[in-house]
């Protein structure tokens, strides 16, 4: 029977000592929790989906029904006639969808804080500007007043056609349940959590 040196065992001995390092390395990487998502997440999610605005046909529809059922939706309280945080913001999230593919279980959502300018026609045209899959909803004072109070956003006509507004995108998972909020300043962080988002949500 063949026997091994002591020098021999010993290299065996380091080189399977490296290998169970490196696969225990590797295993901790895909294992491990990624970094929490920028956003801020809430404890105990409200259910925002079953909200009722106005579709750019002119026909009442649920925010989950808007979005098209079981998808991750990306929302934005806003109004056309905003010069400066809507279009950028509204841009931000064009060019975060095209840069992660153009997920089918994506769709970002822009609700009017204005609805007596932005009808439902101006508002589709205005978010389909932005990507032709953008969804813009408009509605009833009442009904965006609500939908606004679920997602914890703010809005008042300051006069000459401009209003002040919560400037965050919301995050609605596939049960229609307001899960982050991402304020303006850590919405270029979101496409690096999408696609941890979308598997959790």
């Given at each position: 029977?063949?026997?091994?040196s002591?020098?021999?065992?010993?290299?065996?001995?380091?080189?399977?000592?490296?290998?169970?390092?490196?696969?225990?390395?590797?295993?901790?990487?895909?294992?491990?929790?990624?970094?929490?998502?920028?956003?801020?997440?809430?404890?105990?999610?409200?259910?925002?989906?079953?909200?009722?605005?106005?579709?750019?046909?002119?026909?009442?529809?649920?925010?989950?029904?808007?979005?098209g059922?079981?998808?991750?939706?990306?929302?934005?309280?806003?109004?056309?006639r905003?010069?400066?945080?809507?279009?950028?913001?509204?841009?931000?999230?064009?060019?975060?969808?095209?840069?992660?593919?153009?997920?089918?279980?994506?769709?970002?959502?822009?609700?009017?804080?204005?609805?007596?300018?932005?009808?439902?026609?101006?508002?589709?045209?205005y978010?389909?500007?932005?990507?032709?899959?953008?969804?813009?909803?408009?509605?009833?004072?009442?009904?965006?007043?609500?939908?606004?109070?679920?997602?914890?956003?703010?809005?008042?006509?300051?006069?000459?056609?401009?209003?002040?507004?919560?400037?965050?995108?919301?995050?609605?998972?596939?049960?229609?349940?307001?899960?982050?909020?991402?304020?303006?300043?850590r919405?270029?962080?979101?496409?690096?959590?999408?696609?941890?988002?979308?598997?959790?949500?």
């Open positions: 029977m063949a026997t091994v002591r020098p021999v065992r010993t290299a065996l001995l380091v080189v399977l000592l490296a290998f169970s390092g490196v696969a225990a390395y590797w295993l901790g990487t895909r294992l491990a929790p990624g970094p929490e998502p920028a956003g801020t997440a809430l404890r105990d999610p409200p259910i925002v989906g079953n909200a009722v605005l106005v579709d750019p046909s002119g026909r009442e529809t649920t925010i989950r029904e808007a979005a059922g079981a998808r991750v939706t990306l929302v934005f309280f806003g109004f056309t905003c010069p400066d945080v809507c279009p950028i913001t509204m841009a931000r999230l064009a060019k975060l969808y095209r840069d992660v593919g153009e997920p089918d279980d994506v769709q970002v959502l822009m609700i009017t804080v204005d609805p007596e300018h932005d009808t439902p026609e101006v508002i589709g045209r978010a389909a500007s932005f990507h032709p899959t953008f969804v813009g909803l408009s509605g009833s004072n009442a009904q965006v007043a609500v939908a606004a109070r679920g997602f914890y956003v703010g809005f008042a006509d300051v006069g000459g056609g401009q209003f002040t507004h919560t400037d965050v995108v919301a995050v609605v998972d596939r049960e229609g349940r307001l899960r982050y909020v991402y304020g303006n300043d919405v270029p962080r979101l496409e690096g959590d999408l696609a941890r988002l979308r598997r959790a949500l």
